[in-house]
């Protein structure tokens, strides 16, 4: 159940601005990870706010606009999948957090992290499993990321058409790896995400 405690409970500790921080794209073979950070105002009220994974397309993408309209402030940020061969996945994500931390035009002097490891945060942080089921302003982070890396991938479809990324979104499916294996990488696959392939066609 989301409450806002986890966000209240830091303002009674002293801290002004929490923002919560969440990404999307950690599985996929291609495109960036993407992170958002968002500080919503306590007991903010928008109604159906999730986990964004338990939403629908459609409702993520109104939910995107509410929390956009809502919030004290967000910032969306991502690392490439260039940086994630260079860095690997884990690092690449704690990046594109800091990075979404460091972009919010109002700053945040605490940041709630949705899973189980904080790295290289510019402010104090914790980690929250579950949090993007618990905590709204992890939630919001959620969507936010979801929804930009969806849209991302609709641009990746454009410019590469034939790895139907509009469908997929760069997952791992069965399709999108036949798909690799027939045409080969592009320049947004992340070549250390391609065991399944013979290293020397990577």
């Given at each position: 159940?989301?409450?806002?405690?986890?966000?209240?409970?830091?303002?009674?500790d002293g801290?002004?601005?929490?923002c919560g921080?969440?990404?999307?794209?950690?599985?996929?073979?291609?495109?960036?990870?993407?992170?958002?950070?968002c500080i919503?105002?306590?007991?903010?009220?928008?109604?159906?706010?999730?986990?964004?994974?338990?939403?629908?397309?459609?409702?993520?993408?109104?939910?995107?606009?509410?929390?956009?309209?809502?919030?004290?402030?967000?910032?969306?940020?991502?690392?490439?999948?260039?940086?994630?061969?260079?860095?690997?996945?884990?690092?690449?994500?704690?990046?594109?957090?800091?990075?979404?931390?460091?972009?919010?035009?109002?700053?945040?002097?605490?940041?709630?992290?949705?899973?189980?490891?904080?790295?290289?945060?510019?402010?104090?942080?914790?980690?929250?499993?579950?949090?993007?089921?618990?905590?709204?302003?992890?939630?919001?982070?959620?969507?936010?990321?979801?929804?930009?890396?969806?849209?991302?991938?609709?641009?990746?479809?454009?410019?590469?058409?034939?790895?139907?990324?509009?469908?997929?979104?760069?997952?791992?499916?069965?399709?999108?790896?036949?798909?690799?294996?027939?045409?080969?990488?592009?320049?947004?696959?992340?070549?250390?995400?391609?065991?399944?392939?013979?290293?020397?066609?990577?």
């Amino acid at each position: 159940m989301l409450t806002f405690e986890h966000e209240k409970a830091l303002r009674d500790d002293g801290y002004i601005a929490v923002c919560g921080v969440d990404e999307a794209g950690r599985g996929p073979l291609a495109g960036p990870v993407v992170a958002a950070a968002c500080i919503l105002p306590i007991d903010c009220n928008i109604e159906g706010l999730n986990d964004s994974k338990k939403l629908s397309e459609k409702k993520r993408e109104a939910l995107f606009e509410e929390i956009k309209e809502k919030a004290i402030a967000y910032s969306i940020a991502s690392a490439s999948n260039k940086e994630i061969d260079e860095f690997n996945i884990l690092n690449a994500t704690m990046l594109a957090m800091a990075r979404a931390i460091e972009g919010l035009p109002k700053a945040a002097d605490f940041a709630l992290v949705d899973g189980n490891c904080i790295r290289n945060f510019p402010i104090p942080a914790a980690a929250l499993v579950k949090g993007d089921a618990k905590c709204p302003s992890i939630a919001a982070a959620s969507i936010l990321a979801k929804v930009t890396r969806d849209r991302i991938c609709m641009d990746m479809d454009k410019e590469y058409p034939e790895y139907n990324f509009k469908k997929h979104k760069g997952y791992p499916t069965k399709e999108h790896r036949d798909l690799v294996i027939k045409h080969g990488p592009c320049p947004l696959h992340r070549r250390t995400f391609l065991k399944f392939m013979d290293k020397e066609s990577v």
